[in-house]
């Protein structure tokens, strides 16, 4: 499955063994990690069809992280959204990414109660196993494995 806006795709999915992965992209290094988090959160969960989300508000998270390469600082932060949802029971669908370098990210994610959605796999954790981003002419492309 492939999400695109405009002629840019966020991410497509690729299958490896027994877990996921995917492959996201962004004009920046901002919308690269916002797209692979919405990525992961596809395969995590899917909004039910009659949940009535418009009258609720999102809860929202501050997240503040460091590594000391723009890969470890990309599981980093996937990393974070994953404990969050397992502990807040928050599916997250919004991303604002106020700062990001190869080392140091900073961000405000938006999400609501897991009771909206369709829990369809359980992501366990975030691999370093085929971890690349890259840059090829005017995009950022990430790889990256779940274990499922």
Do not use: C, P
Not at 68 to 83: A, G, K, M, P, T
Not at 90 to 104: M, N, Q, R, S
Request: avoid cysteine; charge should be positive.
């Amino acid at each position: 499955m492939k999400m695109v806006v405009g002629n840019l795709k966020k991410y497509e999915f690729f299958e490896h063994t027994a877990d996921i992965g995917i492959r996201a992209f962004g004009k920046t290094l901002k919308e690269l990690f916002a797209n692979a988090a919405t990525g992961m959160f596809e395969i995590i969960a899917a909004k039910k069809q009659k949940a009535d989300t418009k009258k609720q508000k999102a809860k929202e998270f501050k997240i503040i992280k460091q590594a000391d390469s723009l890969e470890n600082l990309l599981v980093e932060w996937l990393d974070e959204l994953l404990f969050l949802f397992a502990t807040k029971n928050i599916v997250f669908e919004k991303f604002g990414i106020e700062e990001l370098d190869e080392k140091h990210i900073k961000a405000i994610v938006f999400g609501l109660a897991a009771k909206n959605f369709d829990i369809k796999t359980e992501v366990k954790a975030v691999t370093y196993h085929m971890l690349e981003i890259k840059k090829n002419r005017n995009n950022w492309q990430a790889q990256v494995i779940f274990d499922v």
